[in-house]
Structure formats: structure tokens, C-alpha cells
């Protein structure tokens, strides 16, 4: 035993004194960000307040219509209908007079909005980091905007849904969905320029934040498979005693069930609690507890066919609608109405047993520390609510057609 606890001394000071890759990693998480010590990471409304500030040409950032030039370039080149008759040009951006655009924020609810009125172009912007959309959010920002400019006075709409994790967008007739990664991309090229002003620097400062939290850094990434190729055992021995702050964060989640329930009930959503586990919280719609043969699944001990679970997994916390195994000859009438209705991988094959009818992303980040415990609940209940309500949506009309009686089981074993 005393043999073994010197190796892995040895093994975690040749790692931590004498990799220079390790101190490569070291330095570049122990500098000053500006961003961080504002609290910025995960703020949206922060994130858009200095992102407007970059794109408004009028701003004293030096960058005249450069960054926003970049964004509408991102936009030219990465939204999917290029083809459209809204859509931007890469060549019309670069000859376009943006000078005097007008960038406004939070404008009607809006998060972005830019004008540029040479070109009778809008284009309202919503940014999404950790959150999620509401179920009628884009629809409505949409209408507002339409309302404001019309299209009927020629004016073009190009409505960009901005997110961190890859998201159809819910209006996805009339919005286009842009990656955040792609947005940096673009920005990081301007930001290799030659230039130290204090704007310039800051700006280097706030693309690299993005990267070290948000998004894939390849160069940190290649450090980390050679740390990991080189010390396995001594960073196993890490990673196995590492705090468990996603573990401690679902334990409180659990310990808040009941005010999810109480949450979405007052949107006119009745739920309750199906299970309880160390990973997974399964809930049910109540309003779906009367459907013909809804209790003769041999999922859980409720015998609820359809069920919402919250489940941890790994680094992450993400929420599914699963259609659970059952009678077979029974189950199959389930399939055959929701199949094609899957908010997630509709084309692909049903499982046999389950069959994931919805996915979302609650959250996928590390604590920094306990006094962030409380903002992260809210925001993973703000996301559940918004996930529960747009399944329930979707799904509800969808499960009415079972005016028929379904034949169950039970009532199939008395013909």
C-alpha cells in the first residue's frame, strides 16, 4: 500500500512540476479575464449587452463597421437558406453601406436588432446560451418586427436564432439557426489583426473566454490528449476525487421536484411525479393518465406508458419524453400515431423497447462554486418548464386522436 501511494506521488508531481504541457494548460486558465471576474460566462443579458456594443458602428470601440461587417458576413456565409429570396450575399455584404446601422438592444424584447435602412434590411437577433427558447418567443419577436418594418413596404427580414448548442429553432419556417462557434470563427480573424487598444484587447479577452467555456478550442483540446496520453493514471486518480458538483446540483433539483410541478402547473400544465432515483426523475402528464391503454406499459412500477425524465448523465443534466416498452400489439398503436411526430430523430427507426419522442439540453456546465447552486436550479427549472410545456404542446393534440378505445392487454386476454 505504501509502495502504490509513492508511485502516485510521483506520478502526480511528474505531471504537475515537470509537464511543460501541464504548465502550458495552467497558464492559460490562470490569467486575468475581465469577463469572468464580471461574472459574464454565463449571463446572456451581459453577452448581448457587449455584443451590441460591438456591432453599433457609432460605439468609440475603434472598430468602426469591422465587427459588424464580420456578423453579417457569419451570417452570409452559415445560415441554411442561402437560397432565399431574405437571405444575405456574401458580395452584398462587402459592398453594402452599413455606416449608419442601427443597432439597437432589448428593443420590444428583442435581444439584437440591426436596421440597416440603405438596404431595407432587419434583422432581429436572439441569443441563446444556456437557455432555451420559449414556445411562441420567436413567433411573436418575429410578428413585432414585421409590424414595425413591413414587408409589404419592401423591407427584407432576416430573423437569426444565435445559440451555444445546436437548436432547431421553434418558428423554424422564419428563423435561421447560427452557431456561436461560427460567430467566433469569423471574429477571430479580425481579432489576429494588428492591434493593442485597450478595445482590441478587451475584445481578444472576451473570444477567449468563449472558447474556454462555451466552445471547442482545438489547440487546448490537442494538450489535453497528450496530458491524457502521457499521465492516465495520475489524472484518473484526479478525476476519481474530483468535488461532484453536477451530482450535488441534481441532489437539490430532486429535493425541488415538487416546485417544478407546482411551476408548471400554474401554466395550465398538470404534471406529477412518476419516480424518484439517483440519476433520473421521471414525471407524467396528468391529463394523459385517462388515454385507452396508457397504464399497461412494463416500464416502471406507475405502468405509465409516456413519461418526461430528467436525468443526469455524466458531466451533464438532460430532459427526455420516452415512450416506454408495453404489450406489444399494444404499444404498436403508440407507435404508429407518435412516429412521425418525434420532436428528435423523426425519420430514424422506433426502438423496440422506448422511443425518444423529445431531447433537450438542460445543462452541461461545471459549478464554480456553492453560491451558484441557486442561479443554476433556476435556470435548469426555467429550461424544464420550457421543454414540459413545448412536449405537452406538440404531443397533446397529437394523443387526442386516441378517441378509439385502444385495446389493452388486460381486455385482450378476456376475447
Not at 460566462?41 to 458602428?57: D, F, Q, T, W
Not at 467555456?213 to 476519481?240: N, P, T
Amino acid at each position: 500500500m505504501a509502495s502504490n501511494t509513492m508511485d502516485m506521488e510521483s506520478r502526480l508531481e511528474k505531471l504537475l512540476l515537470n509537464d511543460p504541457d501541464f504548465s502550458k494548460l495552467e497558464k492559460e486558465f490562470d490569467q486575468y479575464c475581465p469577463f469572468e471576474a464580471l461574472g459574464m460566462v454565463r449571463s446572456e443579458i451581459r453577452h448581448g449587452n457587449y455584443l451590441a456594443y460591438l456591432l453599433n458602428p457609432g460605439r468609440p470601440h475603434g472598430f468602426n463597421t469591422q465587427v459588424l461587417r464580420s456578423f453579417l458576413m457569419c451570417i452570409a456565409q452559415n445560415c441554411a437558406s442561402a437560397q432565399s429570396e431574405f437571405s444575405l450575399k456574401t458580395l452584398d455584404v462587402h459592398l453594402m453601406d452599413i455606416d449608419q446601422a442601427d443597432v439597437r438592444r432589448e428593443w420590444r424584447n428583442i435581444d439584437l436588432l440591426i436596421v440597416l435602412r440603405s438596404s431595407k434590411i432587419v434583422i432581429p437577433v436572439e441569443l441563446k446560451i444556456d437557455s432555451s427558447q420559449g414556445h411562441d418567443q420567436l413567433e411573436r419577436y418575429r410578428r413585432i418586427a414585421e409590424q414595425e418594418w413591413p414587408l409589404s413596404d419592401g423591407w427584407r427580414h432576416i430573423n437569426v436564432f444565435l445559440t451555444k448548442h445546436e437548436e432547431a429553432p421553434v418558428d423554424a419556417d422564419h428563423w435561421e439557426p447560427l452557431r456561436i462557434s461560427n460567430l467566433v470563427e469569423h471574429l477571430e480573424i479580425l481579432a489576429d489583426q494588428p492591434n493593442h487598444s485597450p478595445a482590441a484587447l478587451m475584445f481578444r479577452a472576451y473570444l477567449r473566454m468563449l472558447r474556454r467555456h462555451h466552445l471547442e478550442d482545438r489547440r487546448l483540446e490537442e494538450i489535453a490528449r497528450k496530458l491524457w496520453a502521457q499521465h492516465s493514471e495520475a489524472l484518473e486518480f484526479l478525476a476519481d476525487r474530483r468535488p461532484d458538483s453536477i451530482g450535488n446540483l441534481f441532489d437539490a433539483l430532486k429535493d425541488r421536484k415538487l416546485d417544478f410541478i407546482k411551476a408548471l402547473g400554474e401554466t395550465g400544465v398538470e404534471m406529477v411525479l412518476d419516480a424518484d432515483y439517483k440519476t433520473i426523475i421521471r414525471f407524467a402528464f396528468a391529463k394523459w393518465e385517462t388515454l385507452p391503454g396508457f397504464k399497461e406499459s412494463h416500464w416502471t412500477e406507475s405502468k405509465r406508458f409516456i413519461l418526461l425524465e430528467l436525468k443526469r448523465e455524466g458531466p451533464k443534466i438532460n430532459a427526455y419524453l420516452y415512450l416506454g416498452p408495453g404489450d406489444e400489439d399494444l404499444r404498436q398503436q403508440y407507435v404508429a400515431l407518435l412516429e412521425r411526430n418525434r420532436l428528435h430523430r423523426p425519420t430514424s427507426r422506433a426502438g423496440k423497447d422506448w422511443m425518444c419522442l423529445a431531447k433537450k439540453e438542460i445543462y452541461s456546465e461545471q459549478l464554480d462554486d456553492e453560491a451558484e447552486l441557486d442561479v443554476a436550479i433556476d435556470m435548469i427549472f426555467k429550461s424544464l418548464l420550457l421543454f414540459a410545456r413545448r412536449v405537452f404542446d406538440h404531443f397533446d393534440p397529437v394523443l387526442e386522436k386516441l378517441a378509439t378505445p385502444i385495446l389493452t392487454a388486460s381486455s385482450a386476454s378476456n376475447h
